[in-house]
């Protein structure tokens, strides 16, 4: 059965930390996603990594980065964390080629930033 | 930017009608997908359509594709309670990379 675990499940920080947000598929996927995911606003892209050590822009790039050192493992960063930044966050991947596929989620981690 | 809108935003309906929800999306695409998400969870993929196909049928799920109109709908016939959830088109891009983005969201409340 295929798996993206994200690393948690609810997690609150303060103002100015260093957050790590860890996703992990198992499925030997080429390409992962992070999203988040805001009421009325639907799922905006972050980031995406079609390789390791590859990654893109997605629409809302600005206060986060991304690591991707091994191909099971995609993290997302919030160098210093906003309360703008509370939202859920959700972890993707799909095997690669042109998009063709389904992509497979995790749980989502919901993080309130206080 | 968001590549996709869905409409209407919200949609409540008794159990056994039918359920429609339409995308509208602005790029050129490879294909089409519609996600359910289930109260915040992640999301799961109900069914694909690619830019050649015009309609594609999976079990009560009935979906279709103009590329003319940059528009797909997802029609789920029969609805029960169990589809209340909110229903999400994805579309991969074709200019670049497998870059694939979501629509806003439907939210659909089927009463028993």
């Known amino acids: 059965d295929v798996k993206v675990t994200q690393s948690s499940r609810y997690l609150v920080k303060r103002t100015g930390e260093k957050v790590f947000l860890e996703c992990v598929q198992d499925m030997d996927h080429e390409n992962m996603f992070w999203y988040r995911q805001d009421p009325g606003l639907g799922l905006r892209l972050i980031y995406f990594?079609?390789?390791?050590?590859?990654?893109e822009k997605g629409d809302i790039p600005e206060g986060y980065s991304v690591s991707r050192e091994k191909k099971e493992r995609f993290s997302l960063i919030l160098e210093s964390a906003s309360t703008n930044q509370t939202s859920m966050y959700l972890c993707a991947s799909t095997i690669g080629g042109r998009g063709d596929t389904e992509a497979f989620f995790g749980q989502g981690t919901r993080l309130t930033v206080v | 930017s968001q590549q996709g809108e869905e409409d209407p935003q919200a949609l409540s309906i008794q159990e056994g009608e039918n359920a429609t929800m339409n995308c509208s999306y602005k790029t050129s695409i490879n294909n089409l997908q519609w996600y359910r998400q289930n109260s915040g969870r992640g999301l799961v993929h109900l069914i694909l359509i690619r830019s050649n196909e015009r309609e594609k049928h999976s079990g009560r799920l009935r979906v279709t594709l103009d590329t003319s109109k940059k528009s797909s709908s997802l029609l789920i016939t029969a609805s029960r309670a169990a589809d209340t959830a909110s229903y999400f088109c994805a579309t991969a891009y074709s200019g670049g990379y497998q870059k694939v983005t979501f629509g806003t969201g439907t939210k659909l409340q089927v009463i028993p």
């Open positions: 990594s079609y390789d390791v050590k590859m990654k």
